[in-house]
């Protein structure tokens, strides 16, 4: 598959943007994070909207590669029928596409967190050879584009506790800064 060493500046066509918000609309009366501390409409629906942009950018950037991409999976659906399956598939590959806002960013620290409480926990935190996108939303830009960092396994990755008191004991973090000190990525 055609790869990349340094992050890959992507702009979101309208069309994309569109069908990531109305699915982020539609989507947000279908979940219950209240496990995660999360019970503000508006930032569910974000965080599902942004989720579906970096997915988009990835796409995007990979079928500009000439490969074959499946995804992102725009179905909604209830409770029960909710999975863990990856978010895209290229060239057959199974690939989570974790997304995070620059103005987020900013606030935070550039990090990507994985679910991982009692009630919910995201399984590739369990495969090591998993594959996994991190991007990040450039919304302090005038232009809406996503910078997508080179595909990289779970095993590769630095898992930390959130720095956000509220997350921890509910998610694992992955910091920007720690991946770079280690050398396992460029800024």
């Known amino acids: 598959m055609p790869t ?4 890959q500046t992507i702009v979101i066509p309208d ?8 699915f982020a609309q539609a989507v947000t009366e279908t979940v219950n994070y209240r496990d995660s501390n999360q019970s503000v409409k508006e930032k569910i629906r974000d965080d599902h909207f942004v989720s579906k942009l970096g997915e988009e950018a990835v796409r995007i950037l990979f079928e500009g590669r000439e490969c074959q991409v499946v995804g992102p999976d725009y179905g909604v659906y209830e409770a029960k029928r909710k ?3 990856a978010d895209l ?25 994985f679910q991982d409480s009692p009630e919910r926990h995201d399984p590739i935190l369990d495969m090591p050879d998993a594959w996994v996108c991190l991007v990040v939303f450039e919304d302090l830009k005038p232009e809406p584009e996503c910078l997508v960092y080179p595909l990289r396994k779970i095993k590769q990755l630095i898992f930390e ?21 280690h050398g396992i990525m460029e800024k």
């Open 89 to 113: 598939k290229i060239n057959g590959l199974e690939v989570a596409v974790k997304t995070q806002r620059r103005s987020a960013a900013n606030r935070y620290g550039l990090s990507w967190t």
């Open 4 to 7: 990349f060493r340094t992050p």
């Open 15 to 22: 069309d994309a943007r569109q069908r990531a918000f109305a």
């Open 83 to 85: 999975s863990w399956e």
């Open 161 to 181: 506790a959130p720095r956000l008191a509220k997350l921890a004991g509910k998610k694992q973090a992955v910091y920007l800064e720690t991946l770079v000190r």
